[in-house]
């Protein structure tokens, strides 16, 4: 497997639940990651794991896998959670890392 | 408290070369895998190399494999990424960034600290 699949954009009200898809075929036996990347910033993770949070991330980011499909949902989403999403994975030899291609979340 | 700075990019000419390096601090560096990892104006991330906390081993993506060499000094807490024979579709911040599981014989796509990356432009 050598792709994984992000819608490019996704909008949610201020408050709303959302939810950032990730599909690949190398979800079936490998964890996703994912980064926030708000501009001039560095990438930061997020979400790891089953469903992991680093110190600081609020607990208002969750992360569910089903099949080839990892998602990222945000619960009550806010201003501040408006940035681009990347998720990753490691490729099928297990050495090499992908990323989708971003979505980019506006919080209207 | 845990950092990565990355140097040395910059405007360089086609085919030419430049070195990248990233200096940490704030935990020790021999015990984790580093990657490199960029992104393209107006693209998303694309990873470029991962290089085992021994430096035992290293593997890059296609689009770099046989141009870029990764390597670590990890007498000096560094990491740098060595560029050979530039392309314009290689401009992009470059960013350096920790495998987040320590001592790991192995490769995780868990990129737990970044930083704030350095930006390279080939153009003539």
């Known amino acids: 497997s050598s792709e994984l699949t992000q819608d490019p954009s996704v909008s949610v009200a201020l408050g709303q639940t959302v939810r950032i898809t990730c599909q690949g075929d190398?979800?079936?036996?490998?964890?996703a990651s994912w980064y926030q990347r708000k501009p001039g910033e560095a990438p930061l993770l997020v979400l790891y794991?089953?469903?992991d949070r680093p110190s600081g991330i609020p607990d208002r980011f969750s992360a569910s896998l089903s099949g080839t499909t990892a998602s990222l949902t945000i619960t009550g989403a806010q201003a501040e959670d408006e940035a681009d999403y990347y998720c990753?994975?490691?490729?099928?030899?297990?050495?090499?890392?992908?990323f989708g291609g971003g979505t980019k979340l506006t919080v209207l | 408290q845990v950092q990565l700075v990355e140097s040395g990019g910059g405007v360089v000419q086609p085919g030419r070369s430049l070195r990248l390096s990233c200096e940490v601090s704030?935990?020790?560096?021999?015990?984790?895998?580093m990657h490199w990892v960029r992104q393209a104006p107006g693209k998303g991330l694309e990873w470029v190399a991962v290089?085992?906390?021994?430096?035992?081993?290293?593997y890059y993506a296609d689009s770099v494999e046989g141009r870029f060499t990764i390597s670590r000094d990890n007498s000096k807490d560094t990491l740098f990424l060595q560029m050979n024979s530039l392309r314009g579709d290689d401009t992009a911040i470059y960013y350096c960034?920790?495998?987040?599981?320590?001592?790991?014989?192995?490769?995780?796509?868990?990129?737990?600290?970044w930083g704030p990356g350095t930006t390279v432009t080939v153009s003539s």
């Open positions: 990753n994975c490691r490729d099928s030899s297990g050495n090499h890392v992908m």
């Open positions: 190398g979800l079936r036996t490998a964890y």
């Open positions: 960034a920790r495998d987040g599981i320590s001592m790991l014989r192995g490769v995780s796509e868990r990129l737990d600290v």
């Open positions: 290089i085992w906390y021994d430096g035992s081993k290293k």
């Open positions: 794991g089953n469903n």
């Open positions: 704030g935990f020790t560096f021999r015990t984790y895998g």
